[in-house]
């Protein structure tokens, strides 16, 4: 018929790391929906179905204008038949289903203000949910144990489930960084995660901490820690060591994808900024922020800032890219190439992008 022959409306390339994904698109009535159904999958731990709904929200993030028909979205990669069938279902009825009762389902919900606890994952959240816990409140007079992160998470719930803004990600960017110069004059930091890709607000602070002195990072973190620590300025740390190993041809390649940085899980006590005066008076004058630093040597910065500021959809796809079409390896510390069988250096994320072949996308633009 006709319409078969006409050309698709629109064209996307098949990975996140291939196409710019603006913050702000124009289809968020149908990305909400596949991200909750993601959000549900995950829950019940089928990563293979949340990552598909993620993929597919993630392809109408990138399209140039909001689509009426499904007909539209011809040709389009990553979009499965089960996420075409509640896109289509918006479209005519302006809403799912499915989307609706996940919403409303009480599992749903459960597991949603449980794993919103800092320090409780997927797993821990459903077997309290299947021994009958349904809110955080239920934990406070329960006999479930709990360790010490998730102690803090609950004390600081409501705090650490409020948006920290760009203004507090700042506030808390001068003190890192009084920190660091206090440790170790020299020292650079850099703001990742999402507030790099330019998001107004988000649920952490990421900072990436170096010293143009390959070496002179080393063991800085538990110094920051403690400086920080004296001030009065944590509620709550966990610091994991570098275990990064080196070896003679250059880095050891780590055994998961999971990175071996100097790396701190943190609650800051932010005094509060410019509340006026009534508002302070009602509430106490700090706020709970959760903050996550990592330290880098210099010689691994680009591919740490990189890895580091997301999307994690972004990433995912950058790592499979790299591996699927270009027989390398990719993660946070390193690009192997498996052919050559040797490290490529980088010193820059645009070199990055360039030895995967791929053209250069700026941080703004990650946020598949
Ligand atoms: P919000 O914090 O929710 O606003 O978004 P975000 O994109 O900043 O998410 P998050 O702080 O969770 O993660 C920031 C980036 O750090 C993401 O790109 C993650 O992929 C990355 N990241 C988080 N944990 C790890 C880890 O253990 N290893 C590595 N290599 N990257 C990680
Ligand atoms: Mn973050
Ligand atoms: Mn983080």
């Known amino acids: 018929d006709k319409l078969r022959l006409d050309p698709p409306e629109f064209t996307v390339k098949n990975y996140a790391c291939q196409r710019r994904t603006p913050l702000k698109h124009n289809n968020t009535h149908l990305t909400h929906a596949l991200e909750l159904l993601a959000e549900s ?30 007909e539209e979205l011809r040709g389009l990669p990553c979009l499965g038949e089960h996420s075409l069938r509640v896109i289509k279902e918006i479209l005519e009825y302006g809403a799912s289903q499915e989307v609706e009762s996940t919403r409303q389902s009480e599992q749903y919900q459960a597991m949603k203000a449980l794993t919103g606890i800092f320090g409780v994952g997927v797993k821990t959240a459903d077997r309290w949910y299947r021994e009958g816990v349904r809110r955080p409140s239920d934990l406070m007079d329960s006999e479930q144990k709990l360790n010490q992160a998730q102690q803090a998470g609950l004390q600081h719930y409501k705090d650490l489930n409020t948006c920290v803004s760009k203004a507090e990600a700042d506030a808390i960017g001068v003190i890192v960084d009084q920190a660091v110069q206090a440790v170790l004059p020299g020292a650079q930091i ?15 602070v990421d900072f990436l901490i170096t010293h143009p002195e390959e070496g002179k990072e080393e063991g800085l973190m538990p110094k920051v ?4 620590d004296t001030q009065g300025l944590l509620l709550y740390q966990k610091t994991t060591r570098n275990s990064y190993l080196e070896s003679k041809d250059g ?21 509060s900024q410019s509340c006026s005066p009534p508002e302070r008076e009602k509430s106490h004058q700090w706020k709970a922020v959760r903050v996550d630093l990592v330290v880098s040597p210099f010689s691994q910065f680009a591919f740490a800032v990189l890895g580091w500021t997301g999307s994690k959809l972004f990433e995912r796809d950058l790592r499979r890219y790299a591996g699927q079409v270009k027989n390398m390896s990719l993660n946070s510390h390193s690009l192997f190439d498996s052919h050559q069988r040797c490290f490529l250096r980088a010193t820059s994320e645009e ?12 941080a703004c633009d990650r946020n598949a």
């Not at 990552?51 to 028909?69: D, E, G, M, Y």
């Not at 070199?351 to 700026?362: D, M, T, V």
């Open 190 to 204: 850099t703001l990742t995660g999402g507030f790099r890709r330019g998001k107004e607000s988000g649920h952490d």
């Open 251 to 271: 880095p050891a390649r780590p055994p998961s994808n999971m990175d071996r940085f100097e790396r701190c899980f943190s609650i800051f006590k932010l005094e």
């Open 41 to 70: 999958a995950a829950f019940g731990e089928n990563e293979g179905r949340s990552v598909a709904f993620t993929r597919a929200a993630s392809v109408l993030k990138t399209l140039p204008r909001s689509v009426q028909r499904i």
């Open 225 to 228: 820690v403690n400086w920080l």
């Open 351 to 362: 070199e990055i992008f360039s030895l995967l072949g791929l053209e250069y996308i700026p």
